[in-house]
C-alpha cells in the first residue's frame, strides 16, 4: 500500500538498536500484516521485527507509536583480572545494613598473613566478545576483552597462571599486581613513644592516630580505631575502621583504595575507588576510580568530591541546602599523573638499553676468558638493577594502561543517586556543570550530548 508512507512513519533510535512505529493519520481498515511488514522493510528495518507486535497493530489491539524491532545487544568480552585470596573474605550478601557494615570493614582490615610459597591469586583468563546486530541488520562490533600480562610483584613468583609468595607476610592487591610485605604493627594508639611511621612493608594500627602524626607504608594501612588530623600515605591502600574526623587537617592518600565507615572535615585522594559506609561531611574527595557511598544513611553533605569513573550515593545535599559539589571525570591529578609516569617510563627504558648493553659486554668476555672477582661482582650488580628497572618500566605501563582506560571511560560516568538530591547541589562533568534547584529522587545523571542530563533509575 502506497498510501502508508502518508500515514506512518519508522523512528530509529540513536544506536540503530530499536524501531518506533508512529502514525501520522488513522490506519485503513484493509491493511494486512503484510502490508505492514513490506513497508517496515522498505524503510530498511530487517533485524529483530516483533511479529506479535506487527499482528496486534493490524487487528487495533496496540496503539502507536510503539517499538516493533529491538536487535541484538554485543556482549563485550571481559578483561582478564587477577583474582586474590582476599575475595574469600568478602561477604556474599551485600544487602546487610546498620552494624553488619562494620563487620564488613574489620573483615577487610583483619587481613590474614600468608606463608612462604602460598597461593595468594591467579590470573582469571578474558572472555570473548560476541557481536550485535542493530535494526537495519548490520553487525555492531563488541569490544574484546582486555588480556593482562602476569607478572611478579614484591615478594612474589609467578608459576603459569598462579601467583604465590616467596615470604611469610601480608598481601596487598593492585589491579595487576599482587605484593606481599613484611607487616609493621602498632598494638595500641600512636603516640609519642611510637612516633612518626615510615616502614616498606604493611602498617598495622591497632587503635588510633592522633593529630599531628605521619605514617607512610610501601604497602597498605590499616587502622582499627580512628584518625584525626594525620598524614597517611600508601603505596597500597587505606583501611580506616572508625572513621576520619580532621577538622580539615591532615591529608590521606593512597595508590590504591580507601576504604572508611565515615568522613568529617577530611581530605582524601585514591589513585582507586574511595568506599564509605556511612557518611561523607564536608570533605574533600579526590579519586581516580568511583566513590561509593551507598549504604545505611549513605550521605554526602558539603565539601567536594571528585571521581573519574562514576559516583554513587543515597543521598546528596540536606533540607538545609548546604553547598555540595560533585566533580565528574579525569581530574587535573590523573593527567599529572600520566606525564609523571611517562618520565618514568622513558627512564626506565634508557635504563634497560644502558644496562642491557654491559650486562652483554661482560657476558660476551666471560665466554672467552673468566672474570674477575670485581667483574663478577659487578655482573651480579647489573642483574640486579636490570630487574629492577625491568619492574619499574613495567609499573609505569601498567599504571599509564590505567590512566588510558580512564580517559577512555570517561564519558561513560554516572552519578547514581539511591534516595535523593538536594537542592544547592553543583554538578561538573568536566567542562559543564548542572546546579540542581530542587529535590530529585531516584535518578541518574550523565553527559548527554554537551549536555548534563538525568532520568529515573
Known amino acids: 500500500m502506497e498510501e502508508l508512507h502518508e500515514i506512518l512513519a519508522i523512528e530509529i533510535s540513536r544506536d540503530k538498536m530499536s524501531a518506533k512505529l508512529k502514525q501520522l493519520q488513522p490506519l485503513p481498515e484493509e491493511i494486512t500484516v503484510d502490508d505492514l511488514k ?15 507486535v506487527i499482528e496486534k497493530i493490524v487487528t487495533g489491539n496496540v496503539t502507536l507509536p510503539t517499538i516493533i524491532a529491538r536487535g541484538l545487544d554485543p556482549v563485550d568480552g571481559e578483561n582478564a583480572y587477577i583474582w586474590s585470596i582476599l575475595e574469600d573474605l568478602q561477604d556474599e550478601d551485600n544487602t546487610q545494613q546498620n552494624d553488619q557494615e562494620d563487620i564488613n570493614l574489620k573483615k577487610v582490615i583483619e587481613i590474614p598473613s600468608v606463608k612462604n610459597g602460598e597461593l595468594v591469586g591467579k590470573k582469571i583468563e578474558a572472555t570473548e566478545e560476541k557481536n550485535g546486530v542493530n535494526v537495519y541488520g548490520e553487525d555492531v562490533k563488541a569490544k574484546p576483552g582486555r588480556d593482562l600480562k602476569l607478572r611478579p610483584g614484591k615478594n612474589t613468583r609467578v608459576d603459569g597462571l598462579e601467583i604465590f609468595s616467596t615470604i611469610d607476610g601480608q598481601i596487598s592487591v593492585e589491579p595487576k599486581v599482587i605484593h606481599v610485605f613484611p607487616i609493621y604493627e602498632v598494638n595500641g594508639d ?3 613513644k611510637v612516633g612518626n611511621i615510615d616502614f616498606i612493608g604493611n602498617v598495622n594500627i591497632r587503635g588510633n592516630v592522633p593529630s ?4 607512610k607504608a610501601q604497602g597498605d594501612i590499616r587502622v582499627h580505631g580512628s584518625v584525626e588530623a594525620a598524614i597517611l600515605k600508601a603505596g597500597g591502600s587505606i583501611f580506616i575502621q572508625q572513621g576520619v574526623v580532621a577538622q580539615g587537617g591532615g591529608i590521606i592518600s593512597a595508590e590504591g583504595d580507601v576504604e572508611t565507615s565515615f568522613l568529617n572535615q577530611a581530605n582524601i585522594e585514591a589513585g582507586g575507588d574511595v568506599k564509605v559506609t556511612k557518611s561523607i561531611l564536608h570533605s574533600t574527595v579526590k579519586a581516580q576510580g568511583y566513590v561509593y557511598c551507598n549504604q545505611n544513611r549513605g550521605n554526602i553533605v558539603g565539601g567536594s568530591i571528585s571521581s573519574g569513573k562514576g559516583i554513587e550515593v543515597n543521598e546528596v545535599g540536606n533540607h538545609m541546602n548546604t553547598p555540595t559539589t560533585l566533580f565528574l571525570g579525569v581530574s587535573e591529578e590523573a593527567v599529572a599523573s600520566e606525564s609523571k609516569y611517562k618520565t618514568q617510563m622513558l627512564q626506565a627504558q634508557e635504563n634497560t638499553q644502558k644496562l642491557g648493553v654491559l650486562l652483554k659486554n661482560i657476558v660476551d668476555k666471560e665466554r672467552t676468558s673468566s672474570l674477575t672477582a670485581k667483574e663478577k661482582v659487578m655482573k651480579l650488580k ?4 636490570l630487574m629492577d628497572a625491568n619492574k619499574e618500566l613495567n609499573s609505569a605501563k601498567d599504571k599509564l594502561d590505567e590512566i588510558k582506560e580512564l580517559f577512555e571511560n570517561q564519558d561513560q560516568a554516572e552519578i547514581r543517586i539511591i534516595k535523593a538530591i538536594h537542592a544547592n547541589t553543583d554538578l561538573h562533568f568536566g567542562k559543564y556543570r548542572r546546579k540542581i534547584v530542587t529535590t530529585h529522587e531516584h535518578v541518574l545523571f550523565k553527559l548527554d550530548r554537551s549536555e548534563i542530563s538525568f532520568e529515573p533509575l
Open 190 to 192: 600512636v603516640d609519642m
Open 212 to 215: 599531628g602524626f605521619e605514617i
Open 38 to 52: 513490506k513497508f517496515v522493510k522498505e524503510n530498511g528495518v530487517t533485524y529483530g521485527l516483533f511479529e506479535e
Open 382 to 385: 647489573i642483574k640486579n638493577s
